[in-house]
T-cell receptor
């Protein structure tokens, strides 16, 4: 079945470091891909998305490119801040269907 | 900004007891969802709900689970007879349309002892 695999955390970085969180997927069709973020004590929030191959989603300095050839959707940010400390979830969904398929989440801690 | 709320934030119950987890979705949303995350595992879809009936459910959502929208604002998940393996974080979500962005609540941590 369809699935999402994320790199294991936790990831600890110093402020202004470069961030990559790897995400790969297995899918029978052509899903949309998402990154959600969960800050402490809050719900999952949509960070960015891409709906077709080669699309790049971006938001708040984060980027991810939908790579069909490598079935990947890696999250990157050039310079992380302490406020980026959170859990990041990669997910996929088909078209008008309701349910999201998530990875395990990767906890990011950014130290000053 | 409108948000999804969930109560309680943490529920502890004994095995075999019934629990009801409560969610207040965003007021003009029409689609409602429950997901769960067992510690260290993936966030898993449980059920979606539209027009007062279940529209999709996963294999996890067996006869022990039920959902209800008892009034115009609440959306509840009931587990009839809890098992140890039901211990997890339960997330509620809502969306305007089936394919539109889902807005998540902060989760209820259920601990079954």
């Amino acid at each position: 079945g369809d699935s999402v695999t994320q790199m294991e955390g936790p990831v600890t970085l110093s402020e202004e470091a470069f961030l990559t969180i790897n995400c790969t997927y297995t899918a029978t069709g052509y899903p949309s891909l998402f990154w959600y973020v969960q800050y402490p004590g809050e719900g999952l929030q949509l960070l960015l998305k891409a709906t077709k191959a080669d699309d790049k989603g971006s938001n708040k300095g984060f980027e991810a490119t939908y790579r069909k050839e490598t079935t990947s959707f890696h999250l990157e940010k050039g310079s992380v801040q302490v406020s980026d400390s959170a859990v990041y979830f990669c997910a996929l969904k088909y078209g008008s269907q309701g349910n999201l398929i998530f990875g395990k989440g990767t906890k990011l801690s950014v130290k000053p | 900004e409108p948000e999804v709320t969930q109560t309680p934030s943490h529920q502890v119950t004994q095995m075999g007891q019934e629990v009801i987890l409560r969610c207040v979705p965003i007021s003009n949303h029409l689609y409602f969802y429950w997901y769960r995350q067992i510690l260290g595992q993936k966030v898993e879809f449980l059920v979606s709900f539209y027009n007062n009936e279940i529209s999709e459910k996963s294999e996890i959502f067996d006869d022990q689970f039920s959902v209800e929208r008892p009034d115009g604002s609440n959306f509840t998940l009931k587990i009839r007879s809890t098992k140890l393996e039901d211990s997890a974080m339960y997330f509620c979500a809502s969306s305007w349309e089936s394919g539109s962005e889902q807005y998540f609540g902060p989760g209820t941590r259920l601990t079954v002892t």
